[in-house]
C-alpha cells in the first residue's frame, strides 16, 4: 500500500468559504508587512469628516457624521458568502491622505478642458482640481444640470439635498461605500429633467493616482420621468499619477443612479488608472417601472480595484443590462461583485462578466440574483466566464442565486473558465495569420462585447487601443506562445 | 395508475416509532472533558485515541461556531447524552441480536434486504453497532467490514495508519466534535484487487430522545480494488432537537473504484452535520451519491480532493427540503493533480416553506494541468413560500482548466401537471411523478430496492404538503 501523505497545506473544511482562508497564506512566501486580507490601511478619523462642516450645510454634516459611524463599524466584506475572497494586502494605504474638499467657488470651465466631439457635455476633475464642467447651450435650455456638487448645492439646494441625503443611495453595510460617503472631496451631478431624451452622451472624466493623496468621490445621476441620457465615464491616471513602485493613491467613487418610470440610461465605464492606484467603486441604481438600465464596464488599470454593483429593479417592467470586462496584467487584483434585487413584477436582468488574466493576475467575480416574493415573472441571467491566460493566473467565480419567488419566465447562471479555443487557433492559422496574432484576436474578442457598448466613437477607440496595447505590453513580457504539440 | 395510488397511502408510521431500551450504559447529559474519558474508558481504547479525543475536544471548545449557515447557535449542546450503549458486547448473528432491538430493524426490512441481496449488514442502534454480519464470501476475500470500534482493536495498523487522514480532527468545529466523542459507524478495508461483488450496507438509527449520534465511517480500498457503500437512515420523530455528528473519510488508493450512496432521513427535529471526505489517488475513481430529504437542518458537502494524476471524481447530491427544513447540502472538488476530472450534478427541491441551498466548491490547484470539470445545479420550487439558494465557488488556478457551470431555478410547469391530470392523476401524483422524475438523475444510480424506498420518501414528503 502506498503511503498516505499528511495533509498540510490543503484547503479543507466544512464551509468551503473558510478553508482557503487559512491556507492560501501559508502557501505564499512571507510579505512584509503581514496583514489580515481585510484589513484597510487607509484611516479615516472624525476631525477628517468634522473639517468638510464649516463650508457645508448642516444635512450634509449629519450625512456624513452617520456614514463615518457605520464606516468604524462594518466590515469590508459585509456578504459572508465573499468572506473569504477579499484581499486588501496589496492595498498600502496608511500614509495617503485625502484633498481637502473641494471649494464651492472652483471655477468651471476655467481650464483647458473642452468638449470632446460628439458629447454634450464634460465634467472634469483632476485631484482636487475642477478642470472644468461644460454642457451644450441645447441640453442647458432643456434643463439639465450638469455640475459639480458643490454648484448645485449653490444653485438648487434642495435637489442637492433630495440627491444627496437619500439614505439608501449607497449600502449601508459597506465600509469601504460608507467610506466614501463620509469623506467624498469632490462630486458631480447630472439631472435629466422629465421627458427629456438626450442624444449625445455626457463624458464625466476623474483624473487620480498622485502618490500618498485620495480622491473621494460620489456621482449622482438623476433621470425623470421618460427622461434618456447616455454617459461615458473616464478613470484615467492624473499627470503625476504614480505607477507600480510609487507610493500608492486611493480612489474611491460612487456612481448613484435613480431613474424614475420609464427613464432609460446607458453608462459605459472606461478604468484605466495607473498601477500604483487603488480604487474602490459603489455603483447603485434605483430602477423605476418600466425603465432600462445598460452597463458596459472595462476594468484594465489599478493595483487592486474593488468594486460593487447593486441593480435594485424596483419598478415593474424594469430591467437591467450589465456587461463588465477585465483585463489584467501583472499582479493586478479585481474584486468584483455585482448584486442584482428583483423587486417588481417582470424585470428583467441580464448579466455578463468576463476576464482575461495575463501574468499572475486575480480576478474575483462574484455575483449575487435575489428574487424576492414579490418578483413575480422575473428573467434573470448572470454569466461569469474566465480566461486564464498564464499558469500564475487565478479566476475565481461564484455566481449565486437566492430566490423566493419561483414564479419566474428564467433564473439561471452559467459559467465556463478555459484557454483560448485550439479550433479558433487553428481556424486563424488556416487563414495566413500568425499564432501571436491569432492569440491576441481570440481575446481581444473575447473583450469586445463591452468595446462595442461604449456610446462615444472616440472612446470606443481609445478602448479598442488601450487593450491592444496592454496585450502587446502582456505578450512582450511573457515568454512565447506555447507552440502546439507535435 | 393504481402502482402509483398505493405509494401515495402515508407510510410515515412506519418510519415514526420509539422502543424504550434499557441503556447500560450512557454518559451524564452534556459534554466535557470527563465525558471524553469517560468514553473512551467504556471502549477500553488504546491511549493513542484517548489523548487524539482530549485534543479535539480542546480544539472543539476554541473554535467559533461557524455563522455562514444560519440556525446552528440553537444547537444546546449541554442537553446532548453524547454517548449510549445498548448492549454489552457485538452481536455475531441476527438471533443473538435483542429482540427489542431485533423488532426496529424489522421494520425497517433488514432481514429481508439481507435476504435478498446483501453482502454484510452492520446496524447501528444509537451509539453502537449491536449488529454485524460479513458473509463468508467476502471474509474469503479478505475484506474487512466491522464496526469501527471493533476495526480500532482488531486492525490497529492499518486503522491507525488512515484514521483521521482524509479529515483531520481540526479541520472544522464539528470534525473536532466527532472526533472527540465518536462512536460506532462502520469501517470497511477491501485488499488489493478484490472487487465486492455486491453493495455493503449499513442502517443507522437514532433513537432515545436527545441521543447524540456520533459515527465515525472509514473506508480503505486499497489498489486496483473495488466497492460500493450504502448507507440509509431513518429515524423515529421527536419533538426536541437531536444532534447527528458524523465524519466519514475514504481513501481510495491507485486503480481503485469506490462509490458511497447514502440516503438520509432523519426526523425533522435532527440537526445533522456530516463532513464527508474522499481522497482519490492515481487512476481510482470516487463517486458521492448523496440525498437528504430528513432532518431539521442538515449541512454536509461530500468532497473529494483528486490527488494523483487521472483521478475522477462524480457527485450527485439530491436534497428534498420540507417545512421547518434547511438543506444546506452541496459537494466539494479539489482538484490537485494533472488529467484529473470531476463533475457535481446537484438537484434540490423545496416546498411548504423548506429552503434548499447548494453550496459547492470547485477548486483547480496549481500544478493540475488538463483539468476537465463541470457543475450543474437545477433546483425545483413547488410553491411561492418555499427558498432556494446556490452559492458555488470557482476557483481557477491553471491556464488550461475546461470547466463549465450552469445553474437554473424553476417551478413546476403547469401544462405537465395539466397533461398528467388529463389522463387520470390527481394533482398531487401528477406533481410527485414530475419531482421524481427531475430527481431521476439521482435515483437512476440507486440499486433496485433503494430506488423504490427512495421514491417513497419523496412521495411521504409530498404528502407533508397536503396535511
Redesign the interface.
Known sequence: ??P????VT?????????A?EAAAPAARPARAPRRAANELTFKLDQATVAAYAGSEPDWLTADRQTAFGRYETQPVESN??Y?TYVDLRTANLADVVAWDAAVPSAATAASGASLPSGAAGLAAIAENRVEGVILDDESRAAGVILDTVAGVLARDPELARRLLAEPSSLPDDDKLAQLTRAAWNQGLVLHVPAGIRLERPIVLRWQAGEPGRALLTRTIIDLGEGASASVVEELLPSTGAGGRTAAQALFTGSLEIHLAAGAELAVASIQDLAEGTVAFQHRQAEIGESATLRWALAQLGGRLVRSRVDNRLSGDRSSVEQVEIVFGANDQLFDLTSNTRHIGRDTTGNLLSKAALLDATRSYMKGLIIIE?TAIGTDSFLGEF?M?????????????????????R??????????IDETQMFYLESRGISPEDARKFIVLGFLEPVVARVPLVAAQDRLRELLESKWDAGALAEPAVTAPAA | MTATRDLVADQREQFAFHDDIDYLAQTKRGLSRSTVEEISAFKNEPDWMLQYRLRAYDHFMKRAM????DGLDRINFDNIVYYRKPSEREEKSWDDVPDKIKQTFERLGIPEAERKFLAGVGAQYDSEVVYHSVKEELTKLGVVFMGTDQALIEYPEIFR??FG????AE??K??ALNAAVWSGGSFVYVP?GVEVPLPLQAYFRINGENTGQFERTLIVV??GAKVHYIEGCTAPIYATESLHVAVVEV?A??GSKVRYTTIQNWSNDVYN?V?K?A?A?ENSTVEWIDANTGSRKT?K?PSI?L?GENATADIISVAVAGKGQHQDT?A?A?H?APNTRSRIVSKSVSKDGGRATY???L?VS?GATNVVASVRCD?????????????????????????????????VSAEQVFYLMSRGLTENEATNLIVQGFLEVFTKELPMEYAIEFNRLVKLEMEGSLG
Open positions: 500500500m502506498s498516505v501523505p499528511r495533509e490543503l484547503p479543507a473544511g466544512a464551509p468551503p468559504t473558510q482557503t459572508q458568502l468572506t416574493p474566465g486564464n491566460l498564464s499558469k500564475q493566473a487565478r479566476a475565481v467565480a461564484i455566481p449565486s442565486l437566492e430566490i423566493d419567488q419561483p414564479d419566474c428564467r433564473a439561471m447562471h452559467s459559467s465556463a473558465v478555459g484557454p | 461557524p455563522t455562514w449557515t495508519k488512515h487522514t482524509v479529515v483531520p479541520d472544522n464539528f470534525s488489493k486499497d489498489e481513501v488508493l491507485p452535520l463532513t471526505r481522497h489517488y449541512v458537502y480532493y490527488r452541496g466539494k479539489v490537485l453550496r459547492g466548491h477548486k496549481p433546483a425545483l420550487m413547488l410553491d411561492d413560500i418555499s427558498r432556494s439558494d446556490t452559492y458555488p465557488y470557482i476557483d481557477i488556478q491553471e491556464d488550461d482548466t475546461t470547466m463549465t457551470h450552469e445553474a437554473t431555478v424553476g417551478k
